[in-house]
């Protein structure tokens, strides 16, 4: 009499399986298997993420609880093991899965605000800050750049818009930083918060400059976004530090 298979002793009705049927039977019992070990990972991250809001390097005082630094070189790292053909997966996996973790501390609002072209804006913050944020599409950019001063949480605003609301940057919002773009390696919508300036992401700033001149000075690349009676907008790779007299008001990773 030959042996029982494992197989046959987890399910007794294997016995009528054909080969090929167990063949998928006992690959199905280890994705379930991988499942919840997935799972018994997520809920230690979900429980050590809540203890980083309450850790001494977490964002303190008037600031978010947004970290783009840590963001991004978390999402870095994870894509650095990725394959070509898995790194759009694990992006958007691992939005999720900080997105969650985030939750933690709050759910975050997210006011979009995009007239021209909302679909892109709106499928940009929801990779971005992930299904457990809560996003809503405004009819104002003021009263969403009011939301994000008064430390609500985000505001996703388009450029292609009426509204030059990116130069009050320098002067009514001075308090928010630009913190990542959506739309392409040229962005038409930024995202923008009361972010610790510790925190800003590593990449390109963005500059707000009078007159179309950014002070970057010579041999850094540069990049126009808008323009508006004498404001441009733009991004550079020169390395500036936010404040008044550069005109940096934030950076995109």
């Known amino acids: 009499m030959s042996p029982v298979s494992p197989l046959k002793q987890i399910w007794p009705e294997a016995a009528e399986m054909t080969p090929e049927q167990m063949a998928l039977a006992a690959l199905r019992q280890e994705i379930d298997a991988i499942d919840d070990a997935l799972l018994d990972l997520f809920l230690q991250r979900l429980s050590l993420a809540s203890r980083v809001g309450q850790a001494k390097d977490a964002p303190a005082g008037p600031h978010t609880k947004l970290r783009p630094d840590r963001e991004q070189a978390v999402l870095s790292r994870m894509l650095g093991q990725a394959t070509p053909d898995t790194a759009e997966a694990v992006e958007a996996l691992w939005r999720e899965i900080v997105?969650?973790?985030?939750?933690?501390?709050?759910?975050?609002?997210?006011?979009?605000?995009?007239p021209t072209d909302p679909t892109k804006a709106w499928d940009g913050a929801r990779l971005r800050f992930g299904r457990a944020a809560d996003l809503r599409l405004v009819h104002d950019p003021d009263a969403a750049l009011r939301f994000a001063a008064d430390g609500h949480g985000v505001a996703v605003l388009g450029l292609n818009g009426d509204s030059a609301w990116w130069t009050a940057l320098r002067r009514e919002w001075s308090s928010l930083s630009v913190f990542d773009g959506f739309g392409g390696d040229i962005p038409t919508s930024l995202a923008v918060?009361?972010?610790?300036?510790?925190?800003?992401?590593?990449?390109?700033?963005?500059?707000?400059?009078?007159?179309?001149?950014?002070?970057?000075?010579?041999?850094?690349?540069?990049?126009?976004?808008a323009t508006h009676h004498g404001w441009t907008l733009s991004l550079t790779d020169a390395d500036l530090a936010p404040g008044e007299i550069e005109g940096c008001v934030g950076a995109i990773g």
């Open 99 to 114: 997105g969650w973790g985030l939750n933690r501390q709050g759910r975050l609002q997210v006011q979009v605000w995009a």
């Open 193 to 225: 918060a009361k972010i610790d300036p510790a925190a800003l992401p590593k990449g390109r700033r963005v500059v707000v400059s009078a007159g179309g001149d950014a002070g970057i000075g010579s041999g850094a690349r540069r990049w126009g976004l």
